[in-house]
């Protein structure tokens, strides 16, 4: 069991090197999957949890995979993918698997699909995908836990997304790469990782057109190459870390090239941090008081749903009421529950939040029930005063990598501990 144990108090100053993004990696790895022959370089691989399930994966289904730690750096051959099957056991704990489908469906003509994870925000449909799929040429068979994609080939077909799901584009985009003929896609998601992706999957060879407008165009080709891609930085990373220099009175330099906090960057200026981009460095302080703020999730470029939680804690610190209104997951207000047993006033009702701030924070035994609410009352620990503990430490782990070395290079009091379960 991991547990993460802080002890607030102290400002957060220096450099804070932010690490790739997970949910630009995890379609990526599922991607290389797609290339018959040669090797896939992905470089700026964030040390997360999700991308060690995501490297068992891949494993499982017959690929050979180097993952260099120390360089970041993932090595995939696929040339040797051969058994269909995504085995519970590795599937069931990450939402990434569900990306894997398109390349078995083109290398082997079937994938069978024993489970999804991923946090647990409520419902988290797929029938966008399954849809999807089955209008390229697929026959899908939903059995109550485990689901059966057959297809000897895709043809392209116009495809409808009721809302703009992020992984649900990036599979259909990956389904039709290889299809015979176009395919379009319309209210495509719009996030930075799409883009991401596509960018990768044209080096391949994949011909992409409209990423970012909410239609996008793919014109099926023959074959895919492995290629080398640098993967994006991680924006959620990059929102913590502000965050953290905002709720303690610190002042950070944020590295992560290319690096746009877009939305979450005016909310954080309206409750009184100051960011100033310095070339490459994204720098971040605040002095005074947090004013409060109100939060509408959205998909991009809305606020992102996922730093809904960390900015429910910031909300906490911030003098007077903040209302969020989360539009995303249907139950993602796990957090609220755990930050009042630090000390906060939130509010639940359905799919909105009142946060009454500000309240001071006492460190106590709190529960991470998702990889964003467990940050979030990591934020919350280097607030409070005394000591905050928190359990289910692997769901922050599947996201943030090397977290607590990270924040104690920057002077905050965070341990990792492992123990027996
Ligand atoms: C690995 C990854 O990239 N995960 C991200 C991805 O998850 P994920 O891709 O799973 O999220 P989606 O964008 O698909 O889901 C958003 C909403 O759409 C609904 N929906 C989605 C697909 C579908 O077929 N039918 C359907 O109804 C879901 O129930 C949910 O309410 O985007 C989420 C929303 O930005 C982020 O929180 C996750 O971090
Ligand atoms: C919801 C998240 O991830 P996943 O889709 O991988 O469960 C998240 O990163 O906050």
Not at 242 to 252: F, H, K, P
Request: charged share 20%.
């Amino acid at each position: 069991m991991v547990r993460y144990r802080v002890r607030g108090g102290n400002a957060l100053r220096g450099t804070a090197f932010i690490q790739g993004a997970k949910n630009a990696v995890l379609p990526m790895i599922g991607a290389a999957l797609l290339a018959p022959k040669g090797r896939t370089v992905l470089r700026n691989v964030p040390i997360i949890e999700d991308v060690r399930r995501a490297v068992e994966l891949a494993e499982a289904v017959g690929a050979y995979v180097e993952l260099h730690e120390s360089e970041r750096t993932l090595v995939i051959d696929a040339s040797k993918v051969s058994s269909p099957v995504l085995p519970a056991e590795i599937a069931r704990r990450f939402r990434g698997s569900v990306l894997f489908t398109p390349a078995l469906l083109h290398r082997l003509g079937e994938a069978i699909v024993e489970g999804v994870g991923g946090c647990n925000l409520g419902s988290r449909n797929l029938d966008f995908h399954y849809l999807g799929y089955k209008r390229l040429g697929a026959i899908v068979d939903e059995g109550e836990t485990v689901i059966h994609v057959k297809a000897s080939g895709l043809t392209g077909s116009t495809l409808y997304l009721d809302t703009p799901s992020h992984t649900g584009t990036e599979n259909l985009i990956m389904a039709a790469a290889l299809a015979k003929g176009r395919t379009v896609i319309e209210n495509a998601a719009l996030e930075p990782e799409v883009l991401d992706v596509i960018d990768m999957l044209t080096k391949m060879g994949a011909r992409i057109s409209g990423g970012g407008t909410g239609f996008i165009t793919v014109e099926g080709v023959d074959e895919l190459r492995a290629v080398e891609h640098t993967v994006m930085p991680d924006r959620l990373d990059a929102g913590v870390f502000a965050m953290a220099a905002a709720i303690t009175g610190g002042e950070l330099s944020l590295v992560g090239t290319g690096l746009d906090l877009g939305v979450v960057r005016h909310k954080l200026e309206q409750m009184g941090a100051e960011f100033q981009p310095q070339g490459a460095v994204l720098h971040v302080r605040c002095d005074g008081p947090l004013r409060p703020i109100n939060i509408i999730t959205d998909t991009y470029p809305g606020f992102a749903t996922d730093l809904q939680s960390p900015m429910m804690t910031v909300a906490a610190l911030a003098d007077g009421t903040s209302y969020i209104h989360e539009r995303i997951f249907d139950g993602r207000f796990a957090l609220a529950g755990e930050l009042n047993k630090m000390g906060a006033n939130v509010e639940v009702d359905g799919s909105r939040a009142i946060v009454r701030g500000r309240t001071p924070l006492t460190g106590t035994q709190v529960t991470a029930h998702d990889l964003r609410s467990g940050i979030a009352l990591v934020l919350a620990g280097l607030a409070a005063e005394g000591e905050t503990v928190i359990d289910s430490g692997y769901l922050i782990d599947r996201g943030h990598a090397h977290l607590a070395a990270r924040m104690r290079a920057l002077g905050a009091d965070i341990t990792r501990e492992i123990s027996e379960a």
